[in-house]
C-alpha cells in the first residue's frame, strides 16, 4: 500500500500544477476541484488504516465529466487519481 500511496501523492501534485496553469477553467469546476485536492491531501496525511470508504471518488468523477473534452490533461489526471484510490478501496 506505501507504493501505492506514494503513487496518488505524485498524481495529486501534478494535479495542483495543472489547476494553477488553467485560466480558462470556470470557477465552479475550479473550486470543486480545489476541494478535492484538498480532501485528497488531508486523506493522505491520515495512517492507511484511518482511511475511509468516501465519497470523494464519486465527486471527482462527476466534475471529471464536465470537462473532459476541454481538458484533456486535467481530465486524464484526475481519472489517474480515481482510478488510484479505487486501487486503495477508497
Known sequence: ??????????TVTELEAELASLAEL??????LLEEAVSELQATLAKQP???EHQSLTERLSESAEAFESSHPTLYGLVKR???A???MGI
Open 26 to 31: 470556470d470557477e465552479p469546476t475550479r473550486a
Open 49 to 51: 488504516a484511518e482511511i
Open 1 to 10: 500500500m506505501p507504493e501505492r500511496i506514494e503513487k496518488l501523492r505524485a
Open 85 to 87: 484510490l479505487a486501487q
Open 81 to 83: 487519481t480515481i482510478d
